[in-house]
Each structure stands twice: as C-alpha cells, then as structure tokens.
C-alpha cells in the first residue's frame, strides 16, 4: 500500500513547515505529495519549489482546475513540472464546482464532463510532442477565423501520468476509460461499488480493467484511544461537506454518499446548513458518516482500515492529517502510518 500526503488545503503560509513536512515524507518513503487547489495556493508554484527541496518523492496535482487554464497552458505547466522535477510529476486534473468556477474564475460550469474530456485529449497531444491542433465543442486549436497557427510545445515526448479527481457517475466512468488514475474523495472501502463500479465500466468500455488505473484513495486519519471523542471532532467537518462543498443544486461529496447508502442523511445534513443550522448539521452527521470514510481510532483500528481499503483494490492512499498541527506533530502522524502501512506489506 503506498502512502501519499496533501498540502496546500488551507491558507497557511508557513511554507517552512510545508517544506520541513515534505521533505520528511521523502525520507520516510512516502509516493508522493498532492498539492490542492481551491482559493489560497494554486497547485503549481508550491510543487516546483518542493521539487527543488526533495530528491525521490512524486509531486503531483491534486487537482489543477480545468476552468483556471486553457488547455495548452495546462499541459505547458505540467511539462515545465515534469521537467524541473526530473520527470517526478504527475498531472491531477478536476472540474471542481460551480461556486468556484463560475464565482472565483468567472467561467461557466456548464459541461464539465465536455471540458475534462477535452483537457484530457489536449494535453495528451501536447505531451506527445504533436501540434496542437483540436475541433472540439468547446476548445477549437488554432482559433476558427483568426490568425492563429498549430504550434508545437518545446519539449521532447514526456509520459506523464494523468490523474482525475472524479465524483459523478459519468466522470466516473470517463476516468476508467481515459486516466492512468483516479483521485478519489469521499470514498468508504465499505462501499466501493459508489465509485468504483462506474470507473470499472468505464474501463471494460475501453478494453481495460480496473488494475489498468492506479486507484488513490483521499483519508483523514485521526489517531487516540478515546474514539468516542475522536468522531465528535470530525462531524464538522463532514457536515461541511454536506452543506458547503457546492451548491444546493450542485454537491458531488454529498451525492457520493447519498450513492453509498446515506441519502436522508446528507440531504439532511445539507438542508441544516444551508438554513444557517451549522451546529444542528454537525450534530445531525452520524458516527458511520465519520468512521466508514475516514481512518478514526487507535494504531489497531487504523491497520484494519488500511487493510479494507487494500482489500478493495485501492492501490494508494493519500493521507490528510490536521495541516494546522505543529509541523513536528505532523511529521510524527507520518512516521506512525508509514509504521502501519508497512506492516500491512510485512504481514502479506
């Protein structure tokens, strides 16, 4: 099982710790280090500068938003990642939602699935070292009319990975024909078939098989002895979630656990919220919502998690602490999971 971490989730400026965080992961052996993107740092200009602090560990998107960058510009940054890194990266692309695209961006979110699918097969040509010449519905290469010229990015063929960070069943089923991986978030190895039915169709379209797609599967892991407790911190956070993670019309978290079995629950949840509830909404969230798609317990119950999560064909797992835990804090959260996750591999 291997084991990635995330950074970049919230606006901390102490790229100090950041870097102290990284560069401990790459000596413990971890994969790889996703860097978010939602409205405090873009994905890129913290991953290059890792780049140039670590020696061995993967860095990655997760995720560029397809809407902030014209496709070009997405696979011209990718290469440059690529490039700097020492062909360590690997591209992570999302449509993200509606409140961020269409109210910090200014573009429309009407068809997503169109646009990824589009990005994809841009960047795709780009890293084959192709011209760039594209007649989709939404992006036309060169500009239909004007004084524009198919053009060739400046890099060799580069074999960059390209992850999808998908929730929708249709966006599912896209990344089990198209992506090299999936980024996968509200995710409970209690009920994979949510997600991971429709990427597996999505593949058998294609002629390929759910092992042909590199499953990376997001988890918060919490550790203590008093779990009780440990839940009860969580239910905000998942009450989020429900409520603020896009909008009444448009919440691919909450209809991912609707899609496992918790309909009533998070549109209850959602409705608390939205009517100002936040404290009602969070006491509303019940303890499956918390320990069946995150890791909540002691180092046993953690173990077992991973295992179940193994067991379902999750090939990674993407860590995500408390970013706003003292960095040695941190670093010794990772030395614990790395402890875990190899003894899974030791006991295989």
């Known amino acids: 099982m291997r084991i990635s971490i995330g950074i970049?989730?919230?606006?901390?400026?102490?790229i100090k710790g950041a870097v102290e965080y990284v560069q401990a992961a790459d000596r413990l052996g971890v994969d790889c280090v996703w860097s978010a993107e939602a409205w405090a740092h873009d994905a890129c200009t913290s991953l290059a500068y890792m780049a140039a602090k670590t020696e061995r560990i993967h860095i990655g998107t997760a995720i560029m938003q397809i809407s902030a960058r014209t496709?070009?510009?997405?696979?011209?940054?990718?290469?440059?990642?690529?490039?700097?890194?020492?062909?360590?990266?690997?591209?992570?692309l999302g449509v993200s939602g509606p409140?961020?695209?269409?109210?910090?961006?200014?573009?429309?979110?009407?068809?997503?699935?169109?646009?990824?699918?589009?990005?994809?097969?841009?960047?795709?040509?780009?890293?084959?070292?192709?011209?760039?010449?594209?007649?989709?519905?939404i992006f036309q290469l060169p500009r239909p009319g004007?004084?524009?010229?198919?053009?060739?990015?400046?890099?060799?063929?580069?074999?960059?990975?390209?992850?999808?960070?998908?929730?929708?069943?249709?966006a599912l089923e896209f990344?089990?024909?198209?992506?090299d991986g999936w980024l996968g978030t509200s995710f409970s190895p209690d009920h994979p078939g949510a997600h991971l039915d429709y990427i597996a169709k999505g593949a058998k379209s294609a002629g390929r098989t759910l092992r042909d797609i590199d499953i990376?599967?997001?988890?918060?892991?919490t550790l203590g002895d008093?779990?009780?407790?440990?839940i009860d911190s969580k239910r905000m956070g998942v009450a989020f979630q429900m409520g603020a993670m896009g909008s009444k019309q448009t919440n691919f978290y909450n209809e991912a656990f609707q899609r496992a079995g918790?309909?009533?629950?998070?549109?209850?949840?959602?409705?608390?919220?939205?009517?100002?509830?936040?404290?009602?909404?969070?006491?509303?969230?019940?303890d499956a919502m918390v320990t069946q798609f995150q890791a909540v317990g002691t180092p046993d119950m953690i173990r077992e998690r991973f295992a179940k999560y193994q067991s379902v064909g999750v090939n990674a797992l993407s860590i995500r602490g408390d970013e706003k835990l003292p960095t040695p804090d941190r670093i010794a959260l990772l030395e614990q999971v790395m402890d875990l996750a190899n003894s899974l591999e030791k006991a295989a």
């Not at 970049?8 to 102490?14: E, I, K, L």
């Not at 918790?262 to 009517?275: E, P, R, S, T, V």
Request: hydrophobic content about 40%.
């Open 226 to 230: 008093n779990v009780e407790e440990l």
């Open 71 to 92: 496709p070009s510009m997405t696979a011209m940054t990718a290469l440059s990642l690529w490039d700097i890194s020492g062909g360590r990266f690997k591209l992570g």
């Open 175 to 179: 990344t089990g024909a198209a992506a």
């Open 216 to 221: 990376c599967a997001t988890v918060s892991v």
């Open 262 to 286: 918790y309909q009533d629950d998070a549109l209850a949840i959602q409705a608390l919220w939205k009517q100002g509830k936040r404290e009602e909404a969070a006491k509303r969230v019940p």
């Open 99 to 137: 409140q961020v695209v269409e109210g910090l961006q200014g573009v429309s979110f009407a068809k997503p699935l169109t646009r990824l699918r589009e990005t994809v097969d841009i960047c795709r040509m780009a890293f084959r070292a192709e011209k760039i010449q594209y007649d989709g519905e």
């Open 8 to 14: 970049g989730s919230h606006s901390s400026r102490d």
């Open 146 to 170: 004007g004084e524009g010229k198919a053009l060739r990015l400046e890099f060799p063929p580069c074999p960059i990975p390209i992850y999808l960070a998908t929730l929708g069943p249709k």
